[in-house]
């Protein structure tokens, strides 16, 4: 991994991910790191940096619209009874330090910040791994932790009043191609049936690449999945789906997904195939 505010993963020598560390970003985007472009072994990019339909979808990253009311998402916040509304709210993810620093991952500590005071400190963990010739696997972790004296939750649109519109958690802005890309589970297909469901593993997809996501714990796998295909590809999990989530002073939430990335269109086997290889312990 080189440079002071970016970072590049390697699988086998390759680079197939860039961290930016330090974004220049507008307040609005509500700035924070993400990785952008991630490729697939072969070359070819998965992910998309601020997008004309959605300027505040920044690869693949942690982004939640609601803490306490502050929105570190990017773009509008959901009111009820209002819809989405511009409000000066925006809050930043601001890198601290890398406790830990390879060509194959890091361990990084970060501070969510909001009208100048940190409300969340998080401890992010990526690692990088081979698969097969044609598919390597992203493991991305994060430790968000309440740092205030006081009780903090995080919402989303949807506990706010916005049917289907869990997001929150950790997201993966997808390459847009001129066709939607297809998506399915172990038994099911199609945006309509994914979206907002359980399932230990989703696939994504495109032309000629496929993204497999797993929640790699039992409490990540009970979060449903947020799914889009037709409108945009992207795919993220929903910390807060049907209500909100108390995070009370000195608390710890912790995710894990980790993420396939593949060359060529997988079918249901291969898929689950490389899910396992990747997951397991």
Excluded at 153 to 173: E, K, L
């Amino acid at each position: 991994m080189t440079g002071t505010d970016t970072a590049v993963l390697r699988v086998a020598g390759r680079p197939v991910g860039r961290y930016v560390i330090r974004p220049e970003l507008p307040a609005r985007l509500s700035p924070r790191p993400y990785l952008h472009p991630v490729t697939t072994l072969a070359g070819t990019a998965v992910t998309e940096l601020s997008p004309a339909d959605h300027t505040h979808h920044l690869g693949v990253g942690v982004a939640v619209p609601d803490v306490e009311g502050y929105n570190f998402w990017g773009g509008r916040t959901f009111v009820r009874d209002q819809g989405p509304t511009e409000l000066d709210n925006h809050g930043s993810q601001r890198h601290t330090t890398f406790q830990l620093r390879d060509p194959d991952g890091f361990v990084e500590e970060l501070r969510w910040v909001a009208a100048g005071g940190e409300l969340l400190r998080e401890r992010r963990t990526v690692a990088a791994t081979e698969l097969t010739a044609s598919a390597w696997a992203l493991d991305l972790t994060f430790s968000l932790t309440n740092v205030t004296p006081d009780p903090l939750s995080i919402g989303s649109p949807a506990t706010n009043g916005r049917p289907g519109a869990a997001y929150g958690g950790f997201f993966w802005r997808a390459r847009k191609e001129s066709g939607a890309p297809d998506v399915f589970t172990a038994d099911t297909e199609g945006e309509a049936e994914v979206h907002g469901r359980h399932a230990d593993w989703l696939a994504l997809a495109g032309s000629t690449w496929t993204l497999v996501f797993a929640g790699a714990t039992g409490q990540t796998r009970r979060d449903p999945w947020f799914v889009r295909t037709e409108e945009y590809p992207g795919v993220g999990s929903s910390l807060a789906h049907d209500e909100r989530l108390p995070i009370p002073p000195g608390d710890t939430v912790v995710r894990r997904v980790v993420t396939v990335v593949a060359d060529g269109r997988l079918d249901r086997d291969a898929a689950a195939s490389l899910v396992r290889k990747a997951v397991s312990p």
